[in-house]
């Protein structure tokens, strides 16, 4: 099993920066697809960004240009550099990994949460 621990959250004012970082360990020879989602009181769990172990990228069309998001050389660990925050923003974000070993995947896991609240 993929376990995540997940930091940088806060409560920031719009147009704020916040960096959320997340660290995924718990399977061996692992190297990972991260992504991130998000969910707001009353709403749905939404996607945000991933990266994947080839490299790529992709970005819900909300945060594109804003949000920007990267992976430590050794791909276990997933950065969020979130910039030019909106109220709309605030919502509880977590972290999603897939172990992947060879090009099976060969777990999952969800991180905790933390939370990013903007306030206009």
């Known amino acids: 099993r993929v376990q995540l621990v997940e930091s940088g959250g806060g409560s920031v004012q719009a147009g704020g920066s916040l960096r959320l970082s997340c660290a995924a360990s718990g399977l061996l020879f692992c190297t990972y697809d991260m992504s991130w989602y998000r969910q707001a009181p009353g709403k749905e769990r939404e996607f945000v960004s991933s990266i994947i172990t080839d490299g790529r990228i992709s970005y819900a069309d909300s945060v594109k240009g804003r949000i920007t998001i990267s992976q430590n050389n050794a791909k276990n660990t997933v950065y969020l550099q979130m910039n030019s925050l909106k109220p709309e923003d605030t919502a509880m974000y977590y972290c999603?990994?897939?172990?992947?070993?060879?090009?099976?995947?060969?777990?999952?896991?969800w991180g905790q949460g933390t939370q990013v609240t903007v306030s206009s």
């Open positions: 999603q990994a897939v172990c992947v070993v060879g090009g099976d995947r060969l777990g999952s896991g």
